[in-house]
């Protein structure tokens, strides 16, 4: 998944071509690295990252006009560049408490052509729409235990997410899906090994054809 999630936004990355990205939370692999890997370029990249170790890891990465701010987004928005080309928040907004406060404070730094990317799981994935066929759920929108542990308090489907977005002022104008997953996760571990690279990109490519049933879901808004 994570794979896929971060494939998924080196391609937006690289049909935008942005100059000035900030990027919300980091964790241990840079997105930026393997941009960079790839060809890709910028004039300014700032990660906001309020775990020390996450920080620290960024902070030794040799990259050029690369940026590192400790702290939360929303206690740090004035350190932030304004009008940014390209916001990422990726894996995120159904992780913090008051996703509402985040979405307000990064509001307040995008400019009229600024490119909102935000990913997160889907509540009607193909992998809980079996499990509420199989009565292991009774709602989509349950919290699992696997949230749970993840400290994840909210799902979302495509309806949840745009409502939220337009509720602080943001135009969605794409919107898409990331990877077709059939199973849980520890249920998925052995398939790529057992089916081949083959199975699994041709199921990142039907979470593309097929968003509403994707394991997560994306969409990308500017300011209304």
Not at 129 to 136: H, I, K, P, V
Not at 198 to 208: A, I, Q
Request: proline share 5%; charged share 25%; aromatic share 6%.
């Amino acid at each position: 998944m994570v794979r896929y999630r971060r494939q998924l936004v080196l391609n937006r990355l690289a049909e935008y071509a942005p100059k000035v990205i900030v990027e919300v939370g980091c964790g241990s692999e840079m997105q930026a690295a393997a941009y960079a890997a790839q060809g890709g370029s910028w004039e300014s990249w700032t990660v906001v990252e309020p775990s020390q170790e996450f920080s620290d890891i960024a902070r030794r990465n040799e990259l050029p006009n690369f940026n590192v701010v400790q702290g939360f987004f929303e206690d740090v928005v004035d350190e932030m560049p304004t009008d940014p080309d390209f916001i990422l928040c990726s894996g995120l907004l159904h992780e913090v408490p008051d996703a509402d406060r985040l979405l307000s404070s990064v509001r307040e730094r995008m400019g009229r052509n600024t490119v909102l990317h935000v990913n997160v799981p889907n509540a009607r994935s193909m992998h809980r729409l079996l499990a509420r066929s199989m009565g292991l759920i009774l709602d989509l929108k349950s919290i699992s235990a696997r949230n749970k542990s993840l400290q994840q308090p909210r799902v979302y489907d495509l309806e949840d997410l745009t409502d939220q977005m337009e509720g602080h002022g943001l135009t969605i104008f794409k919107q898409g899906g990331i990877l077709v997953k059939p199973f849980t996760h520890k249920q998925m571990e052995p398939l790529p090994e057992m089916l081949g690279r083959e199975v699994m990109d041709g199921l990142f490519r039907l979470g593309e054809e097929m968003p509403e049933i994707a394991s997560e879901i994306y969409v990308e808004a500017r300011l209304r």
